[in-house]
């Protein structure tokens, strides 16, 4: 009866409901696009036409291995192919490799890949390709940020043309995930060569099933079909190459600009949905909104330096952490429309651990013992709590180009609570990229919000929390115990008890509030009730690339 | 009348190359290093080198003004090193809209104030008093603020214009409206004021008493004279209008030098930010010293100098 | 009286030079706002008066926390209980726009005060009698102003930083030639007037005329020009909090306020309406109590 995408379209919203049963206006949303679904669903897909899509963000970076804009990643997926790709179930398709296996030591990758993929500037894509990827993210001075996700990894070996072995240092559970991952992503070795890739333009060869026609700054990145694709992955809803001719996004950073810019017909899709405008989109038969992957991969969470004074004392982390109710905080910026969080891992998350929910938060009362005991006694002109003449004041740096979705609403919603409840002053401040960076390098960032790069859940856990991810890397000493903790179940190969140490990571990273689960992140995406194949991808936790897109006749 | 033209020529140049020497000065009386104040917010290994070899910062102070100036007149704006691109291609990329926008607002303004004037002035009545009303609350109104307002009633509620874009006619009528306003109720001033004072010349009554009609007066003669010392505000004009295009792009996301000006200003892109504001600088300068001369040219007393 | 002394400030600058006008890019009624009648003058007054009381006393006002609200009232309409209605965060926005005063007034004076300062040095040392300090002095003030204010304001943003302090420096930088010429003007016009020439008749040396007799009578008239031109600055400065580049949020500036209301524009409209009618009120109270005690003062100055 229904067609695959619609049919894929609809199970991902299913998902979604059970997940929010309680909310009515995601159910009234439903119910419409229940009656689309219904009517287009003895239409086939059809080839041709061109898509425009407005999208908040406009990437810093178009490499997918120097990038690490969440909202970047699944621009990228347009014109970047994996070795395999992630099933909605957590299990792998193939993609560019057709086959893989893991040796008995847990040491050794070995793909054979597809004998028919060409690279976008007619280079061929082999075994050599592949190393040459690994070896590009693998250095260094290449100052890759995918390299993160190398940190078993040793070398790799050409065993044949079209076969290749990932050799690691040491078992890595999520080793397999990360090769799935769009940051691993492989770019021609030419042009990989050619240095500077973010820029993107046609200089950016990947093998995925669009082109990267061209950048205009401020304005669109503009893709054409790949004629030639027919290494789909596995879980794509179609093979061959994209139905769409041509897919431009635009970058249209304001909610009601992107908001006006479909109703008016200038896009036909749109990204960053504002809550207050769902409605609009959910109720008019003109329109379809789709919600989703919510909460498969983390939170969105505040990452407090636990070295760094005044949070260095665990009463001021927990008073910060109990001292405002976050219910009706994330209720009025996102009306309903997401949960908030209890843990650092998404609630929908295999890996999720459920023991939190109602652990922690809104205990304004013990907020203020904590933060008297600690010595914050005093009080100054504005209501803050000092000590020895210096306000309890922490900064929340948010870098700029990572501000979407509303968040730093939400932040200064916490930031009024907490001023009011516990005179604790939380300091947000939109940070540049750059000073960003330098304060990571420095080890001296403070409260960093952030929803991790969807990958393995060990592997998630070390990159906030590790001794060696991207927040505590620069830091000399961090807990002993959580490192500890995540670097066994990185390196573990039963399933059991890799959940139960990612359990107990969760639970201490949130019991000595090293992190504060805000919320559950879903994406929003409105479009043309013409528009269809729209869904999310699971590898990416964002929507998914244009590929199985395609647009129905009037 | 040649000499006048010809000094003028000369003002302007020396007003050119004051501003570029300034923006030179600038950057040398900063305190910290010409190459960490370059770079903006961007770190990476061998930058600062990359820097000073661009900029000369090895050679001395006049050599490396020389090379300022003559780059600078070649069009070499020097290299963003946030953006990883030569500044003229970031700039030069955006400037279209935003001139399209301060020139069709330019256009707007002229039109309304001219009207406005030509009825209003010298009358007596109660238009002329809601008129002057007017003029004050728009000169004094912030144009990001009439954006807002705008949008909500033309754009949310009646529907009639698009939120945002820079694609087609329709795109462009808000965001022009809103910049032309605040300009037209200073412009309506002006006008206004020089038409009155024309209109007390005694060559006004010879043609009056020739009884030609009110409005024939008033469009072939007053206005005429009095379009005269509003020309001379064209320069201060589009130097206007460039910098509350910066805003109202913002207002509407019309794409511009406004998106690129603001996100160099929030990355400390010190290169982009010098271009932007040294080309509006050129064309401010440019426009005045052209309107000065068609002024020369057009006025019959200056031209039988 | 001799008979420059019949001129305003503004008619005091030549007209006929574009660049004079050049800096008023947010626009500010300079040459009109003729003669109004006195009750404008009496409600503008009291505006400003009821604004400093706001700016100074603002719990007077309002009972309401202008950064704590209850978020279970987001976005609620004007009405008994919020005057203004309710932002986003559940906060008033009548308590928001009272608070708010204190940035506008403080960053607009505090501009006004850097362009006035330096402004008031330079139009004194070219407003005596050598052609070529007026002359070099005359060109820098044509040299700032050929960069428009709002964009030469940005770039001396990127160079210091955002913050408050930092876009007053910013915007009266940018205002240095428009203050620069109307003292300059004014020095003039009182170094020209007769009892002026008379005390140099008298014996008197050209610096004791200057501090006697100009100098006094340049500084007598600052008090004029900052309320004239402050309602401009408060205009410019309003549009750089509007792009981010002021106070930071959740501050109730009234610029930050506006930017915040354009997320929620299509549901609630009085986010949006209501700190830009306090900008504009505000701008026009200035300017007409500015133009009229210029014009009642303009007698007694030279």
Redesign the interface.
């Known amino acids: 009866m229904f067609d695959a995408p619609a049919t894929r379209a609809l199970k991902k919203y299913v998902q979604v409901m059970r997940m929010k049963n309680n909310s009515l206006l995601v159910n009234g949303i439903a119910v419409a696009l229940l009656g689309i679904g219904a009517a287009q669903a003895a239409d086939q897909p059809i080839s041709g036409g061109a898509l425009t899509w407005g999208v908040t963000t406009e990437p810093s970076c178009f490499d997918p291995h120097r990038s690490s804009q969440q909202a970047a990643f699944f621009v990228a997926r347009n014109y970047i192919d994996s070795l395999i790709a992630k099933k909605t179930d957590g299990t792998f398709a193939p993609w560019l490799a057709t086959e893989w296996s893991i040796s008995a030591d847990g040491k050794e990758y070995t793909y054979k890949l597809r004998e028919d993929v060409v690279f976008h500037d007619g280079e061929k894509f082999d075994a050599v390709a592949v190393k040459a990827n690994f070896d590009f993210i693998f250095k260094p001075e290449n100052?890759a940020t995918a390299v993160s996700l190398l940190q078993t990894f040793d070398h790799a070996e050409v065993v044949s043309p079209y076969v290749v072995k990932l050799v690691l240092s040491k078992p890595d559970s999520s080793f397999l995930e990360s090769t799935s991952n769009v940051k691993l992503g492989l770019i021609s070795p030419k042009a990989l060569e050619k240095g500077?890739l973010?820029?993107g333009g046609r200089a950016l060869a990947g093998t995925g099933p669009f082109i990267f026609e061209g950048y205009?700054?401020?304005?669109s990145a503009v893709f054409v079909r790949n004629p030639a694709y027919k290494w789909g992955p596995g879980n794509a809803a179609h093979e061959g190459p994209a139905y769409l001719d041509r897919v431009t996004f635009r970058f249209?950073?304001?909610?009601?600009?992107r908001?006006?810019?479909l109703?008016?017909g200038?896009v036909d899709l749109i990204e960053g949905v504002?809550p207050?405008?769902a409605p609009?989109f959910a109720e008019q038969p003109d329109f379809k909104l789709l919600t989703g992957p919510s909460g498969a991969s983390t939170s969105f969470t505040f990452n407090i330096n636990y070295t760094r004074p005044p949070a260095d004392d665990v009463r001021v982390r927990r008073a910060l952490r109990d001292g405002f109710d976050l219910e009706?905080?994330v209720?009025?910026?996102y009306l309903g429309t997401v949960p908030r969080a209890w843990s650092i891992i998404g609630p929908a998350n295999p890996a999720y651990n459920k023991a939190l929910v109602g652990s922690w938060g809104n205990d304004i009362a013990g907020a203020n013992k904590l933060l008297d005991e600690a010595g914050w006694t005093g009080r100054d002109s504005e209501g803050f709590r000092t000590k020895d003449g210096k306000r309890l004041s922490i900064e929340v740096g948010y870098p700029?180009p990572y501000v979407r979705d509303?968040r730093?609403?939400l932040i200064?919603?916490v930031?009024?609570?907490l001023?009011?409840n516990v005179g604790l002053d939380l300091n947000?401040?939109?940070i540049?990229?750059?000073?960003y960076?330098?304060n990571n390098a420095n080890g001296t960032w403070t409260i960093y919000p952030n929803t991790d790069n969807p990958s393995d859940p060990a592997r998630e856990l070390w990159d906030m929390l590790g001794s060696k991810g991207f927040l505590y890397a620069n830091i000399s000493n961090p807990d002993p115990e959580i490192t500890r903790q995540i670097d066994e179940a990185l390196a573990s190969t039963d399933p059991v008890r890799k959940r139960e140490l990612t359990d107990a990571v969760q639970k201490r990273g949130v019991d000595q509030a090293f992190i504060v689960p805000l919320f559950a992140p879903s994406w929003f995406l409105a479009a043309k009730s013409t528009v269809n194949g729209l869904s999310f991808e699971a590898g990416l936790d964002s929507p998914s690339s244009a590929y199985d897109f395609w647009i129905a006749k009037k | 009348m040649w000499s006048r033209i010809i000094s003028r020529l000369f003002t302007s140049l020396v007003v050119a190359w004051a501003s570029v020497t300034a923006t030179f000065v600038a950057l040398h009386a900063l305190p910290g290093r010409i190459q960490d104040i370059l770079a903006g917010d961007l770190e990476y290994p061998g930058l600062r080198e990359a820097i000073a070899a661009e900029w000369g910062l090895n050679r001395t102070l006049p050599e490396q003004y020389l090379d300022f100036l003559f780059r600078i007149f070649r069009g070499d704006f020097g290299t963003s090193y946030v953006l990883r691109q030569p500044v003229i291609e970031v700039v030069g990329s955006q400037l279209l809209p935003t001139v399209e926008l301060a020139l069709t607002a330019g256009v707007l303004a002229v039109v309304i104030a001219g009207g406005i004037a030509l009825l209003t002035a010298g009358r007596s009545n109660f238009s002329r008093e809601v008129a002057s009303v007017l003029e004050l609350v728009f000169a004094s109104t912030p144009v990001f603020w009439l954006g807002i307002l705008l949008l909500m009633a033309f754009s949310f509620n009646l529907r009639w214009f698009p939120v945002s874009g820079a694609e087609g006619w329709k795109s462009i009528v808000l965001p022009s409206i809103t910049l032309a306003l605040p300009t037209a109720g200073l412009l309506t001033q002006v006008l206004r004021e020089a038409m009155e004072k024309t209109l007390d010349q005694p060559f006004v009554t010879t043609v009056r008493a020739r009884g030609v009609g009110e409005f024939i007066i008033r469009w072939r003669h007053v206005l005429r004279h009095a379009l005269l010392p509003a020309v001379t505000l064209g320069g201060w004009l589009i130097g206007g209008l460039l910098g509350g295009a910066v805003i109202t792009e913002k207002v509407f996301g019309r794409p511009g030098l406004g998106t690129v000006t603001l996100g160099a200003v929030l990355t400390h892109d010190v290169p982009v930010v010098l271009t932007v504001v040294l080309l509006a600088a050129f064309i401010h300068v440019a426009a005045s010293t052209l309107l000065d001369i068609l002024y020369v040219l057009i006025d019959p007393r200056l031209r039988a100098q | 009286m001799t008979a420059p002394s019949h001129r305003s400030f503004e008619q005091a600058v030549p007209l006929d030079r574009p660049e004079d006008l050049a800096g008023f890019e947010t626009s500010l009624p300079v040459i009109a706002v003729q003669r109004r009648p006195p009750l404008a003058f009496i409600v503008s007054v009291a505006f400003v008066v009821l604004l400093i009381a706001a700016a100074a006393v603002p719990w007077l006002f309002t009972h309401f926390d202008p950064l704590v609200g209850d978020f279970t009232e987001g976005l609620k309409p004007p009405g008994w209980a919020h005057l203004f209605g309710t932002d986003r965060l559940g906060r008033d926005v009548f308590a928001r726009t009272i608070y708010g005063t204190r940035y506008s007034l403080l960053i607009g004076f505090g501009g006004v005060a850097v362009g006035l300062g330096l402004g008031v040095i330079l139009g004194i040392i070219a407003g005596q009698r050598n052609r070529i300090l007026d002359e070099c002095v005359s060109r820098l003030f044509d040299m700032l102003s050929s960069f428009p204010g709002v964009l030469l304001a940005m770039l001396i943003v990127t160079f210091l930083g955002q913050g408050m302090l930092n876009i007053a420096i910013a915007v009266g930088i940018a205002g240095i030639p428009k203050f620069g010429r109307v003292v300059r003007a004014q020095t003039q016009l009182v170094r020209d007037a007769d009892y002026v020439t008379q005390a140099t008749v008298y014996g008197l040396s050209q610096w004791q005329v200057f501090l006697r007799h100009v100098l006094p009578n340049v500084l007598v008239a600052i008090p004029i020009i900052a309320t004239v031109y402050i309602g401009s600055t408060i205009l410019i400065v309003s549009g750089l909090s509007f792009l981010g580049l002021g106070p930071q949020p959740p501050t109730p500036e009234w610029g930050v306020m506006l930017a915040e209301s354009r997320d929620v524009l299509r549901v609630a409209w009085w986010p949006g309406v209501f700190p830009g009618l306090a900008i504009t009120a505000t701008v026009i109270a200035f300017s007409v109590v500015g133009n009229f005690l210029q014009k009642k003062f303009e007698g007694r100055m030279a």
């Open positions: 100052a500077d973010c820029g205009t700054r401020g304005q249209l950073p304001e909610y009601a600009v908001t006006g810019a109703t008016s200038q504002q207050t405008d609009l009706p905080i209720k009025q910026v700029q509303n730093d609403i200064q919603g930031q009024a609570s001023r009011k947000l401040r939109l540049t990229a750059g000073e960076a330098k």
